[in-house]
């Protein structure tokens, strides 16, 4: 099934029942607590149209990526599978993926209307406030800034979001260590002034690839183009030059002086506190602005988890680890699962079959400061392969009695971390710890380790086959136990 842009992408997900369209939603906090209640429950993609003060069809899709089948949707797989199906199918795909560049093309839908200097308005879209304690109304949520390495000529796309500040300037706030923050750095260095672009409403496979690591120097352009089998239509801005995609809802162009900064937040955060207060950050101002008509803006807003953008990016960065893994040469990784609770990026978990003394250090190692697990990780776990590492229940179990604190957990210190890492005190902000948690049966003597105290699959199937209905009814193939990754922190209840 492929779709061809935002408003095609939504049309597929009503079709598969899996999208609510909501109407008279205010944009000061109804829309975001709305947001936030289906987030939590892992609940369909949202329309909101008819929006109270804006004209009918100024719309936001939210939710877009908070559930299995419309991620896989977006990827190119098909929707009906379950977690680790689609995670396998991705992780082929992924292994297989080559980079197509952008196409660049004269016209497209996102030049419907074109506004230029004064005549930017902002304000002519329903942009919500997202929460409570938000210091503005954030634009940028589902979006991508778009940014040219001034050395290499090299495009990224990040999702760093965007405050508006008035009707022809935004703030933006990109964490340290950010390929979009080098970009910037550099600019800055050289004393000249940022070229930026903002697309606010896209493709979501767009939105997908500027949210997660990929590697420096690859365009997230290339990576999206790869994904969907084409190249992504962009069009050259007619302000920076810089690529826009063609069938964006709402695009704008413009410049980054270093000596112009504005106060940018407080803005809930995807940790679920507001840790990075508000800054002093550079400010965007507005030369062009341009929109389809009936624009969409393509909403994500961090919230305490579980939230949208931990649950895709659960998926999206086991996937990455687990290759990353393989390419520093670690060995025997059966699975790798980043929970949601920890947003994706706080506890991780790496199941191995262990095949020497200092295998698990190893894998925890690398699985710890990988690229697509460097910036603010916190926990990294190493389980033995029969620990589902999906399941909480069975990850901690392992960590409760295969792990003897004083011989199994590491402590790394003066790592990435940022502004957002709750914590670590105001003023102190920039490094944090890991623990590396061994909880697998210590290697040497692994054989001796008690045995495990459960019945075996095979007995259990047999009691079940003569038991099964009169314990449990009709789900006679329903073990007590919560099947694997029915919890609320892993996909496989979010169907
Ligand atoms: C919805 C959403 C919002 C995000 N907001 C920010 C942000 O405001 N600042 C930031 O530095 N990273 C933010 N991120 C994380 C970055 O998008 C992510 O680290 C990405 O890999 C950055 O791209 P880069 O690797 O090209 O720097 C956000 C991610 C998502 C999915």
């Excluded at 008819?50 to 004209?55: L, S």
């Excluded at 998926?315 to 060995?331: D, H, N, Q």
């Excluded at 991780?348 to 020497?356: E, P």
Aim: proline share 8%.
């Amino acid at each position: 099934m492929s779709y061809t842009d935002l408003r095609d992408w939504t049309t597929t997900v009503d079709r598969l029942g899996d999208l609510r369209t909501l109407r008279q939603a205010q944009w000061d906090l109804e829309i975001g607590i709305i947001t936030e209640l289906v987030m939590n429950q892992h609940g369909p993609a949202l329309l909101f149209d008819d929006i109270p003060g804006y004209p009918s069809g100024h719309r936001i899709v939210a939710n877009a990526l908070g559930g299995l089948g419309r991620v896989a949707l977006t990827l190119g797989l098909p929707t009906d599978r379950d977690v680790k199906t689609t995670l396998r199918l991705w992780q082929e795909k992924k292994r297989g993926l080559k980079p197509i560049p952008p196409k660049v093309v004269k016209d497209g839908p996102v030049m419907e209307n074109v506004y230029r200097d004064g005549d930017v308005d902002l304000f002519t879209f329903p942009t919500p406030r997202w929460h409570e304690h938000d210091g503005g109304r954030y634009i940028g949520t589902g979006s991508v800034d778009i940014t040219r390495d001034p050395e290499d000529g090299w495009v990224n796309l990040g999702c760093y979001r965007v405050m508006i500040h008035d009707r022809n300037s935004v703030g933006f706030y990109i964490s340290p260590g950010k390929q979009g923050r080098i970009h910037r750095d550099k600019w800055f260095t050289r004393g000249g002034r940022m070229p930026v672009a903002m697309s606010f409403g896209h493709d979501p496979v767009i939105f997908l690839a500027g949210g997660i690591e990929i590697p420096w120097g690859l365009s997230e352009y290339d990576w999206a183009g790869g994904i969907k089998g084409a190249p992504i239509e962009v069009i050259e801005g007619p302000v920076t030059g810089l690529p826009i995609p063609a069938r964006a809802e709402i695009v704008i162009e413009g410049f980054v002086d270093p000596a112009d900064k504005k106060t940018e937040g407080p803005f809930g955060e995807w940790t679920g506190y507001y840790a990075s207060a508000e800054r002093e950050e550079p400010v965007v101002r507005v030369a062009a602005l341009y929109h389809r008509h009936n624009p969409i803006i393509l909403g994500c807003p961090p919230v305490k988890p579980p939230s949208e953008l931990a649950y895709y990016r659960s998926f999206l960065r086991a996937a990455a680890i687990e290759e990353e893994l393989a390419g520093a040469g670690v060995p025997d990784v059966k699975a790798v699962w980043c929970h949601e609770v920890g947003g994706s990026r706080l506890f991780n978990v790496v199941s191995i079959h262990q095949r020497f003394a200092g295998h698990a250090r190893q894998a925890a190692m690398v699985a710890t400061q990988c690229h697509a697990a460097a910036y603010l990780g916190r926990f990294t776990v190493v389980v033995d392969e029969d620990i589902d590492v999906m399941n909480l229940d069975e990850v901690m179990w392992a960590v409760c009695t295969r792990c003897d604190p004083e011989k199994d957990i590491e402590i790394l210190r003066r790592c990435w971390s940022g502004p957002l890492d709750p914590i670590i005190p105001p003023g102190q902000k920039g490094l944090n710890s890991r623990a590396i948690i061994d909880a697998t049966r210590p290697f040497e003597w692994r054989d001796k380790f008690p045995v495990v105290a459960e019945s075996s699959p095979e007995r259990r199937a047999e009691v079940l086959k003569k038991w099964g209905t009169q314990i449990f009814g009709q789900q006679a193939g329903v073990t007590p136990r919560a099947p694997v990754g029915a919890g609320a922190t892993s996909p496989g209840g979010a169907q």
